[in-house]
């Protein structure tokens, strides 16, 4: 049996076949889940945020015009949704880029995460966690859902240039955060 590309799934869903639609759901719902998560902290959130990014996307399908992969539009909508949702909530994001202790709450529960994670990815995935969601988020889509740096600022809406160094600079804050854990000499 031939995979359909998304286009031709996209097509077919704009011709009325709304069932083929699920098809783009069990594409792309896992690798959105992760992201609406590591945006959101909270699972019940992510899981909303979710339903109504498919929501979005199938609402506006007859948009896309196929610029761009469908992938990276539909992970635009679901970054924009988190965002939305992060601002509703009031959090603040944190820009700035001062000194580590400054951006982060670095209490006893950092050397807990150490103690409690079986392997490197584990440790090294709740230390990305503790980034500011930005910066968080650009290196979930570069290193773990292996995004273009194109595709990543497409969808967090950033110039190619600002989004080369977003990623730079997270690099730099990670490095700090594991070298502040004494963690650099078996992840570095």
């Known amino acids: 049996m031939k995979k359909l590309t998304d286009i031709e799934i996209i097509e077919s869903v704009i011709k009325g076949n709304v069932n083929d639609f699920t098809l783009l759901i069990d594409r792309y719902k896992h690798k959105a889940f992760s992201l609406l998560v590591n945006i959101l902290k909270n699972k019940m959130d992510a899981e909303e ?13 007859n948009t896309f015009r196929g610029d761009s992969q469908f992938s990276t539009w539909f992970y635009k909508i679901v970054f924009n949704t988190g965002m939305t949702i992060v601002s509703a909530q009031k959090r603040k994001i944190e820009l700035g880029m001062n ?29 990305v966690d503790k980034l500011p969601i930005k910066n968080s988020l650009v ?33 730099n804050l990670l490095k700090d955060l594991l070298i502040q854990h004494n963690y650099q000499e078996e992840i570095l």
């Open 99 to 127: 000194s580590v202790d400054e951006m982060f709450d670095l209490k006893d529960e950092d050397n807990e995460v150490y103690s409690v994670s079986e392997n490197k990815k584990m440790y090294l995935l709740k230390i």
């Open 49 to 61: 945020a979710l339903q109504d990014s498919f929501i979005k996307a199938y609402n506006s399908l």
């Open 139 to 171: 290196v979930i889509l570069f290193y773990i859902d292996n995004l273009s740096l194109k595709e990543i600022s497409e969808v967090m809406d950033l110039s190619l240039v600002n989004t080369k160094v977003l990623l730079h600079r997270s690099r």
